[in-house]
């Protein structure tokens, strides 16, 4: 899984120092209550540190798509019915952990 960061703009920069406007700047961010998503990487978190006075971040975490699912077009009719029903069968899956989890909810 790769780590993406949500990263807010909550209180403005008027009045601030030139350094932290740029580094707004640099982040993408162009108006308050604007938000941009960015790689979790050293540099980032460097930036945001910086101006933490003036943002709200939240961690975002993403899935790394399969080898199969990550083919465009398949080459025949036989792996484009066999890649649907993988997608089938893991959307079965998936509602019945969401089933199961609101069955737990409502316990």
Known sequence: MTNKLRITQVRSAIGREFDQKGTLKALGI?????TVIKEDTPQIRGMIRKIRHLLVVEEIKEKKTTSQEKKAKPR???EKSKLESIQE????????????AKDDEAS
């Open 30 to 34: 162009r108006k308050l209550n604007s």
């Open 76 to 78: 025949s009719t036989k």
């Open 89 to 100: 069968e893991k959307s079965k899956k998936e509602m019945k952990k969401r089933g199961k």
